[in-house]
């Protein structure tokens, strides 16, 4: 028989993520495909507040300890560990977050498991939990069969609708007293970025630039283009690790989440850290010499050709329609 399945529940200022109500919606699908409880456990300080909006969930198995404030990976992995060993779970959900990104690396190590890195779905097969996972930078997808628990499954985010996952009613709360050893990392504090000239949070259009812009001299043409759309350019992020945009035009996991009414991806691959921060826009649409880039999965159109002969067209077309 099965254990149950695990989704850990990050929070972020007294809320769950949005990742986390993607984590319980797929959860929710496991359990009731394995005929077990779907748990979600919640690590934190002063946490009693959240578990009016995980509904989703069949039980809360929560841990308090000032310890845990502040989601040190660490620490974290040290008290699934403990609980896992104890209560034996058949998967462990995780969403990849900034938040959990420590936490991906050491839980299974602490656990002594398997994990799944890059899931972007999973479902019950024959009693069995199999696992789609994203492999080579997102250029292939692989069929996995997870082996009996317990086991990791790191889950991109978009893998299932908040929505889905977002379901009122609280559900039981089992807290768990622990003694939570704050080991040796020592939390500092938070940095904001420096706001920018532009917020790209608020733009109905964005021109998002990658590596296939070719160089600084042509983020010109794709200013032009945004202009003449009434937009504004974002970038992916070895555009603005090069310094062609400012940080504040970071556009994925470790830069902004935008959901525009127009993306306009030019020569952006399509890595899972970018479009975790671009997949809500309305209407994606992407211009990539490759034609396998994984940004077409996304995209709702798509050119297979090169960005210089496209956009200079466009920008033609748009000043013959009088929109300079």
């Not at 067209?313 to 000043?319: A, F, N, Q, S, T």
Request: aromatic share 4%.
């Amino acid at each position: 028989m099965p254990g149950n399945i695990w989704v850990v529940a990050e929070h972020w200022q007294g809320s769950p993520t949005d990742a986390a109500f993607e984590a319980l919606a797929l959860g929710r699908e496991l359990a009731d495909g394995l005929g077990v409880a779907l748990e979600a456990v919640v690590l934190g300080s002063d946490t009693g507040g959240l578990a009016a909006a995980l509904g989703a969930a069949d039980r809360i198995v929560a841990v308090d300890h000032p310890a845990l404030s502040d989601p040190i990976g660490d620490v974290a992995a040290r008290t699934i560990a403990a609980l896992a060993a104890e209560r034996r779970p058949e998967v462990v959900l995780v969403p990849i977050t900034n938040l959990g990104w420590d936490l991906i690396g050491l839980l299974p190590a602490r656990i002594g498991c398997p994990m799944v890195n890059f899931v972007q779905d999973a479902s019950v097969v024959d009693g069995r939990i199999e696992a789609a996972s994203l492999v080579y930078g997102g250029k292939m997808s692989t069929r996995v069969a997870v082996p009996a628990g317990p086991a990791v499954l790191a889950v991109l985010p978009g893998t299932r609708p908040a929505e889905a996952g977002r379901i009122t009613g609280p559900p039981p709360v089992d807290r768990v007293a622990m003694d939570v050893d704050p080991g040796l990392i020592e939390f500092c504090g938070y940095r904001e970025p420096e706001a920018g000239d532009v917020d790209i949070t608020r733009q109905d259009v964005l021109v998002a630039i990658g590596r296939g812009i070719g160089g600084q001299g042509n983020v010109e043409l794709a200013e032009e283009l945004a202009e003449l759309l009434g937009g504004a350019v974002c970038g992916s992020r070895p555009v603005i690790d090069q310094g062609w945009l400012p940080m504040s035009r970071q556009v994925g996991k470790s830069g902004h989440q935008v959901k525009p009414k127009l993306y306009l991806a030019l020569g952006v691959s399509g890595a899972p850290e970018h479009v975790e921060g671009m997949r809500d826009a309305e209407l994606i649409i992407a211009v990539n010499s490759d034609p396998d880039a994984p940004i077409f999965r996304v995209a709702h159109y798509g050119v297979g050709a090169d960005l210089l002969d496209v956009v200079p067209e466009l920008i033609d077309r748009l000043e013959a329609a009088g929109k300079r």
